[in-house]
């Protein structure tokens, strides 16, 4: 019997399996093609993101197959400025806030971290078509296989169209929001000026330009209808399309695909010891670039909770998964649905009102617009203010070494202290949070002490000032647990911590983990 059974093997399914295994769980993976898909379809990333892939260990892997893009336009058919969001060349999370990527060779190198891993096995060609819920587990049929595969959990990152979804009869909350589109991208030969990231909200013909790293480049537009894709995909007429940013002498045409972009959420993202993730459980409009970013947020809420259950921690843990995410997702389509309908909107006369209205509040404000996202739903938290919001991450220095945080210290459940005035733990707290797995660190005064952590970017002083806060505890998803105004309570926070992540019941032993 595995630890964990993950169906479907596209970033989501890929990160989760890495989490796990990176962890010490036995994991196979279940994906019902024979090879890698291979083709784009997310093409945008944030800075949490890449801490994400920071932690597994495939950052400087992914950097020179990726643009660093620092705004976001939406223009009108004349090519007057609607609206501008501004992103940081490093954000909150150490890095750039927002990065387009070519999909096929993001999943190259999750693919070769993946398979290097002795405790995964990968199975390609194995489409799942029925699973059953037992004492220990479950069993998952595949088709062509007279032999069941056991997991204690499974994991369904298998899409929209999830197999796993339907079977589970989980239905899904539609919020209305259905457009069908013409996906065209490019590999690019020669120099361009195409914009790297563009809306043109032109009532006549919506188009979405984005850049999909260094060498591709992506164009997509708005049909009046999914039956004119057959004619419209045509070579000549897609080239005609282009032809003011583009020509067949700069780029190559890699593929012509049509979608419907919507807006789902699933009812249960949980049943029994199945968990849904990615595309399986929520489906969003891409104008924020938001969905794979939401599906790894839910790879690694999942996979630091699980690796807690395995190891013997109450499974009512696992219930904390979708009242957490499923706020934050709902937020994140519900501001998608309203750019969306900036984006498509074909009425000339509302769309020249729009256009007044937008040019105006830029000129009133004159400001690019910040991309904010909320907090974590309830869960694993307190009730301190700070509580599910992302800790940010800054560059440290400790005994000689100097980087960002995740990198010199690591990663996991993290404690850290405002140490500047001397301040520190007492020794019976830390060792307390020792026996949690809880890492603890000061943040010193290199002025008053040579130990601790020293706060090179002034990102962590800045925090605690601005809270006021004595300590702050985060989770290996980077979002905060707790906070704490006095030292002394401390050990409370982390007696919370405790009743929920410590076993409850002996872990599973060393064969129960083992493959049939």
């Not at 019997?1 to 479907?8: H, K, W």
């Not at 459980?281 to 996979?303: K, T, V």
């Not at 440290?396 to 010199?408: K, N």
């Not at 952590?453 to 505890?473: N, Q, S």
Request: glycine share 10%.
């Amino acid at each position: 019997m595995y630890d964990v059974a993950v169906i479907g093997y596209g970033p989501v399914g890929m990160a989760t399996a890495a989490l796990l295994g990176q962890a010490g769980h036995d994991v196979v993976v279940l994906e019902r093609y024979p090879t890698l898909y291979n083709l784009p379809r997310a093409a945008i990333f944030d800075d949490e993101t890449m801490r994400t892939f920071d932690r597994l260990g495939i950052s400087l892997d992914l950097l020179p197959t990726l643009h660093v893009q620092r705004n976001y336009e939406w223009r009108n058919g004349a090519g007057e400025l609607l609206i501008e969001h501004d992103f940081a060349a490093v954000g909150g999370q150490g890095w750039a806030e927002w990065y387009m990527m070519y999909q096929p060779y993001l999943e190259d190198t999750l693919d070769s971290l993946v398979r290097g891993l002795d405790n995964v096995e990968i199975r390609m060609d194995a489409r799942v078509n029925g699973l059953r819920n037992t004492h220990h587990g479950v069993e998952i049929q595949v088709e062509g296989s007279d032999t069941a595969v056991s997991a204690r959990y499974v994991v369904a990152c298998d899409g929209g169209n999830s197999f796993t979804r339907t079977w589970l009869g989980t239905g899904q909350e539609d919020y209305g929001f259905s457009e069908p589109w013409m996906v065209c991208d490019f590999r690019l030969s020669g120099p361009t000026d195409i914009p790297k990231a563009r809306q043109v909200c032109d009532p006549k013909q919506p188009v979405s330009i984005i850049s999909l790293g260094p060498r591709h480049h992506r164009f997509s537009f708005m049909l009046d209808s999914a039956d004119s894709f057959p004619v419209e995909r045509e070579p000549d007429r897609v080239w005609a399309r282009v032809a003011d940013y583009v020509d067949r002498s700069q780029a190559e045409l890699v593929r012509v695909a049509t979608y419907t972009f919507r807006s789902l959420v699933a009812e249960r993202w949980r049943s029994g010891r199945v968990l849904l993730a990615g595309d399986a459980a929520h489906q969003m409009p891409p104008f924020l670039g938001q969905g794979m970013c939401s599906g790894i947020r839910d790879a690694q809420n999942i996979a630091f909770k699980l690796d807690a259950v395995l190891r013997g921690a109450d499974d009512a843990l696992l219930d904390t998964y979708q009242s957490e995410r499923e706020p934050h997702v709902r937020a994140i389509i519900a501001k998608g649905i309203e750019l969306g309908r900036v984006q498509t909107m074909r009425d000339p006369v509302a769309a020249a009102e729009r256009d007044a209205r937008l040019i105006a509040l830029r000129e009133a404000d004159g400001r690019p617009e910040k991309m904010r996202f909320p907090g974590l739903g309830p869960g694993l938290r307190d009730e301190s203010a700070q509580a599910g919001h992302l800790m940010p991450q800054g560059r440290v220095e400790s005994r000689g070494a100097e980087g960002l945080f995740d990198q010199v210290l690591g990663r996991g459940f993290v404690l850290l202290v405002d140490g500047r005035d001397g301040a520190s733990l007492d020794a019976s707290t830390t060792e307390a949070a020792a026996r949690l797995g809880v890492a603890v660190h000061h943040l010193t005064d290199r002025r008053l002490t040579t130990e601790g952590i020293t706060d090179v970017g002034g990102v962590y002083g800045r925090w605690f000032d601005e809270t006021g806060r004595a300590a702050v505890l985060w989770r290996p998803d980077f979002y905060i647990f707790g906070t704490v105004g006095v030292l002394f309570d401390v050990s409370a926070l982390l007696t919370t911590l405790s009743s929920a992540v410590e076993p409850v019941q002996a872990p599973a032993t060393a064969g129960e983990g083992i493959r049939p």
